[in-house]
């Protein structure tokens, strides 16, 4: 999805949600669940299971606006219906990791919070366009 909107406001100027935007989901900055996966691998016990990632919960509508106000101009944001039929038929409504087996067992919490991420991302998309 991120990537989708980072390429949209770029190459178009234009956000695509195919929804209505409701929909919740969580992001994981990369070096936040690597250092998931590490203090899961060194300091759980063998055959542990854990959920890695961040449970900081943003509207599909919000994440998109974000996004857009990385930019100096101004982006569209629609909200469109999918060619494919079954596109959200399974698509949940929420989407968000329960992290506390991982938070109180070897004490992870996810530093990058998602308007940190999304700068991040969107100065890496400006630095490494061509």
Not at 69 to 92: A, G, H, M, W
Request: aromatic residues 10%; glycine residues 4%; proline residues 5%.
């Amino acid at each position: 999805m991120i990537p989708d909107f980072m390429k949209g406001a770029i190459k178009k100027s234009k956000i695509e949600i195919y929804s209505d935007g409701t929909p919740t989901r969580s992001f994981c900055y990369v070096s936040d669940a690597i250092i998931g996966f590490l203090r899961v691998l060194l300091l759980s016990e063998n055959g542990s299971i854990f959920n890695v990632g961040n449970d900081e919960e943003i509207s599909v509508k919000e994440a998109a606006e974000f996004v857009e106000r990385c930019f100096d101009n101004p982006i569209e944001i629609s909200f469109e219906q999918s060619l494919d039929t079954k596109y959200t038929v399974d698509n949940p409504q929420r989407r968000c990791p329960d992290l506390r087996e991982i938070k109180n067992k070897v004490k992870y919490s996810p530093q990058i919070k998602f308007k940190e991420g999304i700068r991040r991302l969107h100065k890496w998309y400006m630095d490494n366009l061509e």
